[in-house]
C-alpha cells in the first residue's frame, strides 16, 4: 500500500519576516495585510506529493517577505471542502474570510457556520500567521 502526503513547510527569520518554504502538493498559501485590502496568492508547487515517487528526496525551495501588518494562511483541502452534502466552502469563501478575520478561530467559525455542523467530513488544518506592525509605528 503506498501512502503519500502532502506537506507546506517554512522556515521564519524574525528578525526581517523572510520566509524559505517548501510545498509539495499543498493548496495556495494566502497572504493579506491587517486591514483585509491587499491579497497575494503563493501558488509555487516545489514537487510531487511526498511518496509517491520515492527518488525525489530534494524539493525546489522558495522565499517570500511577510511585511509587517501582513498575515499568512495555509491550510489543508478540508478547510475548501467543510460539508460532502453540499457545495463546499470554496477557496473565494476561504479568501474572504481571511481576509476580513482578526483571529484564526474567526475563519473556523465561519468554515462551522457554513457547514452546519459542528463536525466536519474532512479534516482541517489551518496555519496563521501574523506579522506585527514595526514598533514605533501605530496599528490601526
Request: proline share 3%; glycine share 8%; hydrophobic share 40%.
Amino acid at each position: 500500500e503506498m501512502i503519500s502526503v502532502t506537506m507546506w513547510l517554512g522556515v521564519l527569520e524574525l528578525s526581517t519576516g523572510r520566509i524559505k518554504y517548501a510545498n509539495a502538493v499543498q493548496n495556495e498559501v494566502i497572504i493579506a495585510d491587517s486591514k483585509g485590502e491587499n491579497e497575494k496568492i503563493l501558488e509555487d508547487i516545489s514537487g510531487p506529493t511526498i511518496g509517491i515517487i520515492p527518488e525525489i528526496d530534494e524539493f525546489e525551495e522558495f522565499e517570500f517577505t511577510l511585511e509587517p501588518g501582513e498575515k499568512l494562511l495555509v491550510y489543508t483541502k478540508g478547510a475548501l471542502c467543510a460539508n460532502a452534502s453540499k457545495p463546499g466552502f470554496g477557496l473565494e469563501r476561504l479568501r474572504k474570510s481571511f481576509k476580513a478575520a482578526h483571529a484564526i478561530d474567526q475563519v473556523v467559525a465561519d468554515i462551522k457556520s457554513f457547514a452546519g455542523t459542528e463536525h466536519l467530513e474532512d479534516d482541517i488544518i489551518l496555519l496563521w500567521l501574523e506579522r506585527q506592525e514595526k514598533e514605533g509605528t501605530e496599528a490601526c
